[in-house]
């Protein structure tokens, strides 16, 4: 027998649906989308300079002030220097003159100062500022994408075999553990193993969530629930957003 022409027997679209489709269906999708785009800013390349001791001290220290091209080298195009800065004179001098700098040796930085000090991610846990370590920070949303790949054909496989319910319900568990632990994660190779583990077991939920809200109802309404459980995903990339 023909499920959609049952569903035009019978009705398709009551209480049952709202709750089944809408708000279980629509969670799975609204928590389907931080876990695509949470590496977007956990692995976010952030605004720092060199921390100057000679200049300013570390309680109060300002991202902008008036004698940081004196102390940090500056490019036309580039700007000020992100790991550079001009070697001190005389240690002890609190000065912030051109005399108080070597201009012509360039010391790498040991500190940093961000123009947004509330600002945390991995580059500040981690210390991976400068270019040496920027292949670390875009090696995370690399590795999220290739878990996702792979993951998906095995979330197929087990709804097809087993359920969608039983995807959406480990996956979802699975990769609220795994994200927990690689939001206390202590090392940085620690974080990319979970961040990998997390996309990968949360990889299908997304997509047994709208198979599993459509297959329900009749054709004609099934535009609409796809339309909403779509807006649940969105209202989830503008959560994470904020």
Not at 23 to 52: E, H, N
């Amino acid at each position: 027998m023909d499920l959609d022409s049952v569903f035009l027997k019978v009705g398709d679209f009551g209480p049952y649906q709202w709750v089944y489709n809408y708000l279980l269906c629509g969670l799975a999708s609204l928590y389907a989308a931080p876990y695509c785009l949470s590496y977007v800013f956990t692995s976010l390349d952030l605004s720092y300079r060199c921390f100057i001791p000679e200049c300013e001290s570390v309680d109060d220290a300002h991202f902008v002030t008036s004698w940081l091209k004196v102390a940090i080298p500056y490019d036309e195009t580039k700007g000020l220097a992100k790991c550079e800065r001009y070697l001190s004179v005389n240690g002890s001098d609190t000065g912030c003159t051109v005399g108080s700098f070597n201009r012509s040796v360039i010391v790498p930085c040991t500190e940093w100062i961000y123009e947004y000090p509330f600002e945390k991610n991995i580059l500040t846990e981690f210390n991976m500022q400068c270019n040496e370590n920027q292949w670390k920070l875009t090696l995370v949303g690399t590795l999220n994408t290739i878990a996702r790949i792979l993951g998906m054909p095995l979330t197929a496989f087990i709804s097809d075999r087993f359920g969608r319910r039983y995807v959406i319900i480990f996956g979802t568990c699975l990769s609220c553990l795994f994200g927990t632990l690689r939001a206390l994660s202590t090392t940085y190779e620690m974080f990319v193993t979970l961040e990998v583990l997390d996309a990968f077991f949360a990889a299908g939920f997304y997509n047994c969530a709208i198979v599993l809200a459509v297959e329900l109802i009749s054709p004609e309404n099934r535009i609409w629930a796809t339309l909403i459980i779509n807006c649940m995903y969105t209202v989830g990339d503008i959560w994470i957003g904020t």
